[in-house]
């Protein structure tokens, strides 16, 4: 069974503050997205991450894929009030015939 | 540009009865998946509708079926239903079938008393 690992589960931060989450499985995956989730919404796309080592940016948000495509990291810097929320991974298995598989996400709440 | 919509946003059985969820994709959308979400936990994957046909499916009883329309747009049904099918149910439409970004509407919050 293809596990994601997301860490921490929480996080309570000051506003301006930096902090990094992490999204983790033993499972080599062909693409992984990373998605953010307000209270009574869906989830709203925020990367897509497909090559080993790739780094995007959204603004105060970088994303990086690990090497060997098991793992990825989303670094904010300065956070804002805004940033508040859930913070999903999801993994698109290399075998297309399985099942995208999401991370229990890290809750996000950023002090003001 | 409409977004995924799904009806209603919130609704209310009881255990042993039988829901109905809708869902209309985002415009030029051909693929439609449907998710669980529990309180405190990622959204766990039901199953995906391409062409109007079951395409995959998670680890989900044979009480959740679902149904995809010639316009793309899709009902999730659960019959004989359970306390533990209280959840957020999303629906995510894609296109080009194979993507694997999908955009999710805002989910209908199921509670079974």
């Known amino acids: 069974t293809q596990l994601l690992e997301q860490s921490p589960q929480f996080l309570s931060i000051q506003e301006g503050e930096n902090l990094t989450v992490y999204c983790n499985s033993s499972?080599?995956?062909?693409?992984l997205q990373w998605y953010r989730q307000e209270p009574g919404e869906g989830p709203v796309l925020l990367v897509t991450v497909v090559t080993g080592g790739e780094v995007k940016k959204l603004k105060r948000l970088t994303f990086q894929f690990g090497d060997a495509r098991k793992d990825s990291s989303l670094h904010i810097t300065a956070a804002q009030t805004g940033d508040t929320g859930l913070y999903l991974c999801a993994a698109t298995p290399l075998n297309r015939d399985d099942k995208i598989i999401f991370g229990k996400g890290t809750r996000l709440h950023i002090l003001p | 540009d409409a977004g995924v919509t799904q009806s209603p946003t919130h609704l209310i059985k009881t255990r042993g009865q039988q829901v109905t969820l809708r869902c209309s994709p985002k415009s030029g959308h051909d693929t439609v998946s449907w998710y669980q979400q529990a309180l405190g936990q990622g959204p766990q994957f039901i199953f995906q509708y391409y062409e109007e046909e079951e395409r995959q499916r998670g680890n989900f009883p044979d009480r959740f079926s679902g149904h995809q329309f010639p316009n793309y747009s899709s009902e999730l049904n659960v019959n004989a239903l359970l306390l533990g099918d209280s959840a957020l149910y999303l629906c995510a439409s894609s296109f080009p079938s194979d993507s694997y970004e999908q955009y999710f509407g805002p989910g209908t919050r199921l509670t079974v008393t």
């Open positions: 499972s080599v995956f062909s693409s």
